[in-house]
Nanobody, 127 residues
């Protein structure tokens, strides 16, 4: 079992920055690939970024590439999402997720590949 708790969401003006954190509890955090997804009102949950269990590989959606950065600290059971140059279209509930990668140091980019999800944190970007 892995439990995930997001924090750091809030209201920010367009062009601003925000850092989201995801705290994980579990015995085998290092073995999980991690990712961030987001869901805007009336829209489907969308992939944002993923990181492999070692942190050696990352995958970014085209929508956030160059603006967002994911990182993880396995010693602290933490994963982070640094968001910069925020746009109103970034407004959504952001979820962190953990998925088993069977030992392979790969990223998971589909929501159905993830086993555990946090409760989400709201990010609102004003224009």
């Amino acid at each position: 079992q892995v439990q995930l708790v997001e924090s750091g969401g809030g209201l920010v003006q367009a062009g601003g920055s925000l850092r989201l954190s995801c705290a994980a509890s579990g015995r085998t955090f290092n073995s999980y690939a991690m990712g961030w997804f987001r869901q805007a009102p009336g829209k489907e949950r969308a992939f944002v970024v993923a990181i492999s269990w070692s942190g050696g590989s990352t995958t970014y959606s085209d929508a956030v590439k160059g603006r967002f950065s994911i990182s993880r600290d396995n010693a602290k059971n933490m994963v982070y999402l640094q968001m910069s140059s925020l746009k109103p279209e970034d407004t959504a509930v952001y979820y962190c997720a953990a998925g088993r990668s069977r030992g392979w140091d790969i990223t998971l980019v589909s929501d159905y590949e993830y086993d555990y999800w946090g409760q989400g944190t709201q990010v609102t970007v004003s224009s």
